[in-house]
Structure formats: C-alpha cells, structure tokens
C-alpha cells in the first residue's frame, strides 16, 4: 500500500489511485512504497522489463526515474498546478538481471516555477544501478 502525504490535491489522489501512476507504470509492474514532495520510494521486478541481453532495460530505469519525479514534483505545485518534464538524464552504473530494484528520490530544488529530483536505483543489495536527475516545470492548470 502507498504512503500518501495528507491534504493532497484530491485530483492527484484520484489518478495515483485510480491508474497506479499511469498506464506504464502498471505495465511494469512498479509499486509506490511512499509518495511525497521531499522523498519518494517505488519497486519494480526486473522481469518483464528487460533488454535483449537479459538486463534491466536503461529505458526501465528511466521510467521508474521520471515516475517518481514526476509524481514528487506534482505533489510540490499543489492543487489547481501541474508538473511538467522539461529535463532528464541518467548515469547507469551496474546492470542487473534479475530480482527487483527500488528507487528513492529526493527533491533537490522545490521552488515556484521549478523542481528538481535525484533518483538513485539501487539492487536488493544496496548497490547503485543508476541515478536518475530530472527537473519539471511548475504552472497553473489554466
């Protein structure tokens, strides 16, 4: 089950809920542990989402990476704003073949107009796969 933070915008609520934070996301398999503007945490199995060489996909890590970001950030702006991706990268360190990974993001900048997140993807060991940074643009839904 997922760690909301209280006094949510109850729109958000409803499509974190409703969806598990998108489409893809549940394609993946992702589980959202904790969800919060400061520090998020997901899982996601290895299998089904790996590359033809049998390793986790970059792609995967990035996903997993912009969910969180993405999900931090619009908790940030609040009710009647959104969260936009303007920009992302990723540094892979380690690959990995089976088991799953676990994702922690934490917010490195949560302005007015802009936020920005490091996620880091660590094995079940506790050794870094990847780091994720991304920054999302903040406006009003109007």
Known sequence: MTILPPGLD????????????????????VEYVSLSAEHSVARMPVEGNRQVVGILHGGAHVVLGESLGSISSAIHAGPGRVAMGIEINATHSRAISEGWVTATCDALVLGRTLATHEIVIRDDEGRRLSTVRMTNILRDKN
């Open 10 to 29: 109850p729109e958000l609520v409803e499509r974190l809920t409703g969806t598990n934070g998108g489409e893809l996301t549940t394609k993946m398999g």
